[in-house]
């Protein structure tokens, strides 16, 4: 009589012919969280740079107020304070706006930056992955070709 295969046996073989490598996931999850540090990075000097453009433009146009509500000695310089001021807040406007589009301007190039650098690390190490599983699996394959002679 012929003796039946054991299946069970072969696809536990075969499964044990070819691991999973762990290390490409922890490989993978640490970029992640590298790249997670350095965009909050990126967030956090963009977020502090606007919060200091706009507590000096909050500053400068308090001390500009300070001429408008002092008390004149003519109704005519009360005009003028009020042009003044008008005057004034609108430089401080196109000065400050400037100063938030650079620092928008730096945060999009350091953004394009690191993605990029994302990029060309994830197709490094993918291709590294690649390589290394394609060889793993033909090395699989012919154990177990060379297990069911």
Known sequence: MTKTPDMTKMVQDMMAAFPVDNAAFTNAFKTQAAMAEKMSKVALEAAEKSTEISSKWAKDTLAKVSG??????????????????????????????????????KVQMETVELMLAAGKDMSEETTAAVKKATADAQNAAKKVASAAK
Request: aromatic letters at 8%.
């Open 68 to 105: 408008v509500t002092a008390a004149k000695a003519d109704a005519s310089e009360y005009t003028k304070a009020a042009t003044d001021f008008a005057s004034a807040a609108s430089e401080m406007a196109a000065e400050n706006m400037a100063s938030f589009a650079e620092v928008a301007k």
